[in-house]
C-alpha cells in the first residue's frame, strides 16, 4: 500500500517480505551494525549473562538484533517476534540454542500467536517508528514487562541534528537507496526508510515521549562512527512498584 507516493506503514512488513532475501547483505555492509545492535542489547544490563531470564526480542527481523541479545545474555531464554514472514523465514534458517526461539506475529498481534508476559527484557531494534501508533504500540511494550523490567530501543532519530539529517539524507540516496534498489529490484522500502527517519522523533522528544507513557529511569546514548548522532539507544523501565 502506497499513499501519497509513499509506502504506507501498514504495508511495512510485506515490504520486508520482498527485501527479506538481500537483507543480510544489505546491513551487513553497514560499518558497525551488528557491533552497533550488540551495544544497544549490552546497555540494558542484565544480570548474570541472563541466567532464569525471558527475553523478548521484537521486531526481529532476520535475526541479526536476536543474535545481540544472545550475546548480552547467553544464559536467558529468547523469544524473537517479526510481522514480517520472510524476516522470520530468515531469521528461523540460522542455527541457534534451543534458548531462542521465533514466531510470525506483529506486536498487536502476539497474544493471539501465544506470546504473552511478563518478559524480564524487551529489545525493539529499528521498530518503534514503524508502527502505524508509536504511543500504542510502546503501551504495549510497557504492559509485557515485569515490573522493574528494561526496554532497549534502538533506533534512528537525527531531528535533533543539522548535521546528522543532512550525514542521513547523503548517505541514503548515494548508498543505501541505490544499494537496496540493486539487491532487491525495487527501492521504495529504501525511500521510506529515508522518510520514516527524517519524521521521527528527536531523541529528547523520544524520552520525553517513554517518560509520558510510564517508562522510568529513561537513558539515551548514541553510537560511534558515522551513526553518532543518528543511531540512539533509548533505555527505560517498567515501575518497580
Not at 499513499?3 to 553497514?30: C, H, I, M, W
Not at 531469521?91 to 501465544?114: D, E, N, Q, Y
Not at 522500502?189 to 517508562?215: K, M, P, Q, T
Request: hydrophobic letters at 45%; a positive charge; charged letters at 20%.
Amino acid at each position: 500500500m502506497v499513499v501519497s507516493g509513499r509506502l504506507a506503514k501498514q504495508a511495512v512488513p510485506e515490504a520486508f517480505d520482498t527485501a527479506a532475501r538481500g537483507y543480510d547483505r544489505l546491513v551487513g555492509a553497514n560499518p558497525g551494525y551488528h557491533a552497533h545492535l550488540r551495544l544497544s542489547a549490552r546497555r540494558m544490563e542484565l544480570p548474570d549473562g541472563g541466567v532464569g531470564l525471558r527475553l523478548l526480542d521484537v521486531g526481529c527481523g532476520t535475526g541479526a538484533s536476536t543474535a545481540a541479545l544472545l550475546a548480552a545474555a547467553p544464559r536467558a531464554r529468547i523469544v524473537g517476534v517479526d510481522g514480517s514472514a520472510g524476516m522470520i523465514a530468515r531469521a528461523r534458517a540460522k542455527s541457534w540454542p534451543a534458548s531462542v526461539s521465533f514466531v510470525h506475529a506483529t506486536l498487536a498481534g502476539l497474544a493471539g500467536a501465544g506470546v504473552t508476559g511478563p518478559f524480564d527484557g524487551v529489545f525493539a531494534a529499528y521498530l518503534v517508528r514503524n508502527l502505524p501508533d508509536a504511543d500504542a504500540g510502546l503501551r504495549d511494550l510497557l504492559a509485557l514487562l515485569a515490573p522493574g523490567a528494561s526496554l532497549a530501543v534502538h533506533d534512528y532519530s537525527v531531528a535533533d541534528s543539522r548535521r546528522a539529517r543532512l550525514v542521513w539524507t547523503a548517505v541514503c540516496w548515494s548508498v543505501i537507496i541505490p544499494s537496496g534498489r540493486l539487491v532487491t529490484g525495487d527501492g521504495e522500502l529504501y525511500r521510506y526508510l529515508w522518510h520514516s527517519v527524517r519524521e521521527f522523533d528527536g531523541a529528547r522528544a523520544f524520552e520525553h515521549r517513554l517518560g509520558r507513557l510510564g517508562f522510568t529511569d529513561l537513558r539515551t546514548a548514541t553510537v560511534p562512527g558515522w551513526q553518532r548522532g543518528i543511531v540512539h539507544t533509548f533505555v527505560g523501565r517498567r515501575p518497580a512498584g
